[in-house]
């Protein structure tokens, strides 16, 4: 009778540590997915910023450059293909992150046509308002790679503790998925060709 009951308090004692075990990982797996996430809303938060300050920015140019409808449609358009571009927070996956780069790329490739052709108009360069504009959108340029930075760090966190042992047999068993990351833009490794 009393091994009986010893082997009934083992095996209790060994079924709990599991479930404690497992309920922990879990967690941890679940705890890690919330950060990602939250980091990814932070990085279209910016994102989303810089897309609001783009129509300020073309109707100030419009006001001076109106002959320039070629650039600042390229700018209107490459906004809202950026803006209808969307990626679920749960499929954080390479794929949807590079389309989504991609798309955020070319308005950055707009903006910098759009910021160029300033420079042919003085009085528009002079402009507070343009001014004003140039250097909030420099400074939401610099938080995006900030929050993007953050954003790799998380789930480069989750992605270790996801792949750890044995921590991955949870998540294999829950279905847990690797998150991806922001890459450089392609062509980032080459440095630029300055001529005089």
Do not use: C
Request: charged share 25%.
């Amino acid at each position: 009778m009393k091994k009986g009951l010893i082997t009934i308090a083992v095996i209790a004692v060994i079924a709990l540590a599991l479930f404690g075990w497992v309920k922990n990982s879990y967690n941890g797996l679940v705890a890690g997915e919330e950060k990602v996430e939250s980091a990814w809303a932070q990085v279209e938060n910016v994102y989303q910023r810089r897309a609001d300050l783009i129509p300020n920015l073309v109707a100030t140019v419009k006001g001076y450059a109106a002959h320039e409808s070629e650039t600042l449609q390229a700018v209107i358009d490459a906004r809202a293909k950026a803006t209808g571009i969307t990626v679920d927070a749960s499929n954080l996956s390479e794929e949807a992150l590079a389309k989504y780069q991609s798309a955020q790329g070319e308005l950055s490739q707009a903006l910098g046509r759009l910021i160029a052709v300033s420079e042919a108009y003085p009085d528009l360069k002079a402009n507070e308002n343009f001014k004003d504009l140039q250097a909030q959108l420099e400074g939401t340029e610099n938080r995006i790679s900030t929050e993007r930075m953050k954003f790799n760090e998380t789930a480069q966190g989750y992605n270790t503790n996801l792949r750890s042992f044995p921590t991955n047999i949870i998540a294999g068993l829950f279905n847990f998925e690797k998150k991806g990351y922001f890459k450089a833009a392609e062509g980032a490794e080459n440095a630029p060709k300055v001529e005089f």
